[in-house]
């Protein structure tokens, strides 16, 4: 257990010369009024009391919070009474003792009335004397640290989600962030126990691999402050599992997309040296320019000071390295305990009380709510900025990410409800469905039964409920449909050659075909033939061994018959990442080689090939389309069209068919078709090798006698 020396010492030490009688005299009073009690932990009750002074003894308070830390709970757990307390120790103290009686009223629970009433309470007590808070919040510390001793597991987790509720981003608002970082690390333990423990497994096991990478680049970073002249001091830390958790859930990332994992951090003696080192580390390594954010020359509103750079580290991989002075280090830890502690007269001074403006704001605001959801909404507003709060027609609030859309609100409501999601209105009014909703807003929405969800949506969603639910519906049905294409296909090839894919089905056979390809499922096998990943004709091979052979043979006879022919059976076009793909050409807009191309994952058919500025393509879904390219190796022809018009002449025909075919091209099809002007015009599709092929032969056909215009056709384009 904590002795009072010992936060008489820390007392001291920030505070030399200060009178502490009142400490002494508070720990006698506490001492004497908690005895017989003892703690959930066994420990004797005032051990708690003390672990508070000790706590903010670490942040600097002055000397009548202190008592009044070891006073927190007299009034609550002990006979006396504010009456007491004011006359032994005086008003201040008897004032901050009751604010946190009052304070400790609060109900464990989420429930928004209730907690909007919490919030309410911390605000008033905020502005009254934000003492009060921080004894509130360091109580709050010392009792998550304690939580353990809980019997109830439902309790603990009551108090933790209350813990990350309010608490957490209180501490977060006053810019006390090791508060913050310890709240939410110990309530993350016990309202997510599952998510926490994969997350301390993941951050184990990368301690391991990454603590050789940490020495290296706190060696690097020493190395270039000692040869600039600078003497910082360098941390390299990994970011607390809560973070890495909301990073995760937020962005949608796997653990290791999480790049900032480790934080590297440089701290100096004064501002000037801080711009110096963040010239130092970006001669070193590359910095990401958008990524830059000095919060030096822009503090953050709860007055957080740092330059922030993210830099392509020794490995090329981003590393993120935050540079300050000592005192902005000692600011970021204690926020607004910084700032007033030395200060006589215990409120918050001026200059403080300027920073936190909001806080007074959201007082005298407050009498204008009549009904706690207002009063949560504008709370929330100053608490989490990056969120917006709505109302559904019955009034119920609901939290969303700024940006969010009627899409996001639906899925938010029910999964269902999304899905079959046709229209929306705000405040009555229609909106799109890509329509950002804004805070206060009442959102009702509009559903068709059977309606289903559009990949289109993927565009302008911002939860990650609505685009993990949409995608899981997308890919579900495209695996529907590629399943029932695929097994048609495979019944067909079988069929051809007197097999039976159904008998296959049912022996059994089929798995070990499916693992002999490398698939988890028959299903996953089914729905690849149908997506156009793998030919019928492998399943086939793969369970009649002996036919394999024979179709060697027979295409072994074919190629000496038709000779070179039978190898074209490449497309000319390379899709990136992926070999043995199914292409197809668009009938559309018929590209040649040398056109700029992007290729469409088409349902069971691969990818099919359009010209980038195909008017087609720029309808279809972004999701789907594929990079592709041409392949330089390329043998193949392709069909082209041309439009050619002329003035009528007599073997005008004969003279353009031989131009073409003395290219070496085909003529696949010819029309011609006289206008009553005299003028004539014929349509060509001829087999072309490129596109500059086709330029040539038109460039050709240009030089010949009354020929008055070329052009090439192309359907579809913009
Ligand atoms: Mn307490």
């Known amino acids: ?27 006698i009073y506490s001492a004497r009024v908690h005895e017989g009690q003892v703690r959930l932990s066994g420990e004797p009750y005032l051990s708690h009391p003390l672990e508070v002074a000790n706590i903010l003894a670490d942040m600097r308070v002055d000397v009548e919070s202190i008592a009044a830390a070891l006073l927190h709970d007299v009034i609550e757990d002990t006979p006396a009474t504010k009456e007491d307390i004011e006359e032994m ?11 946190v009686t009052k304070l400790s009223a609060l109900p464990f629970s989420t429930k928004i009335a209730q907690q909007a009433e919490s919030l309410r309470k911390m605000i008033l007590a905020m502005a009254d004397d934000i003492r009060v808070v921080l004894i509130k919040l360091a109580d709050r510390i010392h009792n998550m640290r304690t939580l353990k001793y809980h019997r109830k597991p439902e309790k603990q987790a009551a108090i933790a989600q209350e813990t990350l509720d309010i608490y957490a981003p209180i501490a977060a608002r006053l810019g006390i962030f090791w508060m913050k970082y310890e709240l939410e690390e110990i309530a993350f333990y016990y309202t ?14 990368a301690r391991d691999e990454k603590d050789e990478y940490v020495r290296v680049v706190n060696e690097k970073l020493h190395e ?31 653990f290791n997309e999480v790049y900032d994992i480790i934080a590297f951090r440089i701290i100096l003696d004064t501002v000037p040296q801080c711009y110096a080192a963040m010239g130092a580390v970006h001669s070193m390594w ?17 007055m957080y000071q740092s330059i922030h750079t993210t830099v392509v580290g020794p490995k090329g991989e981003r590393v993120e390295i935050q540079i300050r002075t000592h005192e902005m280090d000692r600011i970021a830890e204690s926020g607004i305990a910084a700032h007033w502690s030395y200060k006589e007269g215990s409120k918050i001074d001026e200059d403080t009380g300027e920073l936190f403006a909001w806080i007074r704001n959201l007082v005298e605001n407050q009498e204008n709510y009549n009904d706690p959801d207002e009063f949560i909404e504008n709370v929330r507003i100053d608490l989490y900025p990056d969120e917006i709060y709505v109302f559904t027609p019955l009034g119920e609030i609901k939290t969303l990410p700024k940006g969010a859309t009627p899409v996001d609100f639906a899925y938010m409501i029910h999964t269902e409800i999304g899905a079959e999601c046709t229209g929306a209105k705000v405040n009555g009014k229609l909106v799109p469905l890509a329509h950002e909703l804004k805070t206060g807003n009442t959102v009702e929405i509009m559903t068709t039964k059977g309606h289903t969800p559009s990949s289109d949506w993927l565009n302008f969603v911002k939860t990650v409920k609505a685009r993990t639910k ?42 070990r075909v499916a693992d002999s390809l490398g698939f988890k499922t028959v299903d996953d096998l089914i729905a690849h033939v149908g997506f156009g990943k793998i030919t019928p004709l492998q399943i086939l091979n793969k369970t009649v061994p002996h036919l394999e052979k024979q179709e060697d043979k027979n295409e072994g006879l074919l190629k000496k018959l038709v000779g070179r022919k039978k190898k074209k059976e490449s497309t000319g076009v390379i899709v990136k990442g992926l070999d043995d793909i199914l292409v197809r050409f668009s009938k559309c807009c018929n590209p040649l080689p040398g056109d700029p191309i992007t290729g469409y994952i088409t349902q069971g058919q691969g990818v099919t090939i ?48 031989t ?11 010819a029309n011609t078709e006289t206008l009553e002007t005299g003028v004539c015009l014929f349509y060509f599709t001829i087999l072309v090798e490129s596109s500059n092929q086709l330029r040539q032969i038109m460039s050709s056909i240009r030089k010949i006698k009354k020929v008055m215009d070329v052009k090439r056709i192309i359907r579809n384009d913009i």
């Open 1 to 27: 257990m904590i002795r009072i020396t010992d936060i008489l010492d820390k007392v001291y030490e920030y505070n030399p010369g200060q009178e502490t009688d009142i400490i002494d005299r508070a720990y």
């Open 224 to 254: 270039k402050m000692v040869e600039m002249g600078l003497h910082g001091e360098i941390k390299g830390r990994f970011k607390a599992h809560y973070s890495i958790y909301q990073k995760m859930i937020s962005q949608n990332l796997e």
């Open 659 to 669: 131009v073409i075919t003395k290219n070496k091209t085909n003529i696949l099809s």
């Open 470 to 511: 949409i995608r899981a519906w997308i890919n579900a049905r495209e695996k529907e449909r590629s399943r029932s294409l695929g097994r048609e296909m495979c019944e067909k090839t079988f069929k051809k050659r007197n097999q039976s894919f159904n008998s296959l089905m049912k022996s059994g056979d089929i798995e």
């Open 286 to 302: 590359k910095p990401i320019y958008y990524k830059i954010k000095d919060y030096i020359g822009n503090p953050k509103p709860n």
């Open 89 to 99: 120790f005086g008003p201040g103290v008897a004032h901050i003792v009751s604010g």
């Open 192 to 205: 997510l126990r599952d998510e926490y423990d994969r997350i301390d497994a993941l951050v184990n096991r």
């Open 610 to 657: 359009h010209r980038k500025s195909c008017l087609n393509m720029l309808k279809l879904s972004k999701e789907r389309q594929i990079e592709v390219q041409w392949s330089l190796e390329n043998t193949e022809s392709y069909p082209a069209s041309i439009k050619i018009r002329t003035e009528d002449r007599f073997g005008l025909l004969a003279d353009i068919a």
